[in-house]
């Protein structure tokens, strides 16, 4: 059984920082892409980055240079660093991979939180 649980989340100042956590069991992460999703209340779920499994990242240009995703392959674990955090940054956010025989697996989610 395939499972991702976030975990990390929390109310912060605009301005902070916070680390999201992503585990996984069923999987391993270094054998597959995964990334970071999140969901504002009353709007469509958004990507915040991505990782491959050779270690390569991406992101779009709202969160590019304040977060960073990062993996650590003997926890079997990926992370995103929050940096520099805005207001509207506030969402839950997911964890996601995507797997041939399953499809999209996606965590519970982590909600953030961010106040001005």
């Known amino acids: 059984q395939v499972q991702l649980v976030e975990s990390g989340g929390g109310l912060v100042q605009a301005g902070e920082s916070l680390r999201l956590s992503c585990a996984a069991s069923?999987?391993?992460?270094?054998?597959?892409?995964a990334g970071w999703y999140r969901q504002a209340p009353g709007k469509q779920r958004e990507l915040v980055g991505t990782m491959t499994s050779g270690g390569n990242t991406g992101y779009p240009n709202s969160v590019k240079g304040r977060f960073t995703i990062s993996r650590d392959n003997a926890k079997n674990t990926m992370y995103v660093q929050m940096n520099s955090l805005k207001p509207e940054d506030t969402a839950v956010y997911y964890c996601h991979v995507f797997l041939d025989s399953l499809g999209d697996v996606w965590g519970q989610g982590t909600q953030v939180t961010v106040s001005s």
């Open positions: 069923g999987i391993i992460f270094r054998d597959n892409s």
